[in-house]
């Protein structure tokens, strides 16, 4: 009894200096298949003395698995290592430079401006470029027959759709949308006109329109927000002037302008002499709008006012043909990035 004993323990020494010796996944295998099979050595030792208590047995048995498991896991731990070190990315290198385009002017523009709206309150809409007869001008006031309808040379698609000439048909949309509640919209977008292309003129352009409706509102609160955007776009020191004009679609109506940022206001080319350079059309919203939208004129008033987007992109970078936004020339473009 005590030699079958003394003869497990010497065959647990053998296995487990043998176990010592594993460097890999290969002499870790070879042992599992040489020790720790049904056939191994050891397992016919126990077979013999399969009468014996289980604990001296198990001795032999633990003692060779435990030495198998903690191989296994320095095994594995050491790939894991070889791997981590072999896929090992060095972040400082310097990245590659990929070529990055620039922004349309315009865009950079337009999103300002639209910024500076939303942060007053107002909510942003969109329109169809693709608009009816019915919208684009009898809405605005501008009946069939109204000479009004020569300001604006219109783009038709046929008698009664046309290319929109400007965004204001937007505003009735709007209204149509909060049915007889009040509000404060802008909708920036393409506009397009029967024009002959030049250095200031084009047959499509962006507008901002902007339209607030509510009890109370006077041309106070027109000329305070349209200051206050002059001032976020152009600076503090600009100085804003508001002339009588005539819009169909707005009574009183305004033209303004901005102090001239070539020459300060002493009057240059640029300017034409004048020392100010018109920038957008304004007014209050006219009673037959408000009536052909669903609001009572006695009880609400509302104003109205429509942005060139090039024109304020223009004066912003000192861009001298508005051909330039549509041309694609990298080299404009290029000049252009985001803040
Ligand atoms: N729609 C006018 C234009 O394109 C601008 C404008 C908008 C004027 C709103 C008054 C009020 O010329």
């Keep these: ?41 050891l397992s016919q030792l126990m077979g013999e003395i399969r009468n014996l208590v289980g604990e001296e047995k198990n001795d032999a048995r633990n003692a060779v698995t435990s030495a198998f498991q903690a191989k296994q896991k320095e095994i594995q731990e050491a790939a894991i290592a070889r791997k981590l070190e072999r896929e090992k990315i060095d972040i400082t290198l310097p990245s590659y430079n990929y070529k990055m385009g620039g922004i349309n002017p315009f865009y950079l523009i337009q999103d300002e401006m639209i910024d500076i709206f939303v942060s007053m309150g107002y909510e942003v809409k969109e329109g169809p470029d693709v608009e009816t007869d019915y919208f684009n001008f009898e809405r ?42 009040p509000l404060m919209m802008i909708c920036p977008g393409k506009t397009y006109r029967r024009d002959d292309d030049d250095a200031t003129h084009s047959h499509q352009f962006g507008q901002v329109e902007g339209l607030v409706v509510g009890k109370g509102i006077t041309l106070a609160n027109l000329k305070a927000t349209l200051e206050l955007f002059v001032r976020k776009m152009f600076g503090e020191k600009r100085e804003v002037r508001f002339r009588g004009s005539y819009f169909p679609f707005t009574e009183p109506s305004v033209e303004v302008d901005i102090s001239c940022m070539n020459c300060g206001g002493k009057g240059c080319s640029m300017c034409k002499g004048t020392g100010f350079i018109e920038i957008l059309g304004a007014g209050m919203v006219h009673p037959n709008v408000l009536k052909m939208s669903g609001y009572d004129p006695e009880v609400y008033s509302g104003f109205a006012f429509g942005i060139g987007i090039e024109r304020v992109a223009m004066l912003r970078y000192g861009i001298d043909d508005i051909r330039k936004f549509y041309q694609g020339d990298v080299r404009f473009i290029e000049q252009f990035t985001r803040k």
């Design 140 to 181: 605005m006031n501008i009946p069939a027959d109204h000479p009004a309808r020569e300001m604006q040379d219109s783009l038709y698609i046929n008698p009664t759709t046309l290319l929109r000439t400007h965004t204001s048909p937007e505003q009735a949309h709007a209204m149509d949308e909060k049915g007889g509640k």
């Design 1 to 41: 009894m005590s030699e079958i004993f003394s003869k497990v323990s010497e065959l647990k020494e053998k296995i487990l200096s043998e176990a010592s010796q594993i460097k890999d996944e290969v002499s870790l295998k070879a042992f599992q298949e040489k020790h720790m099979s049904k056939k191994s050595e």
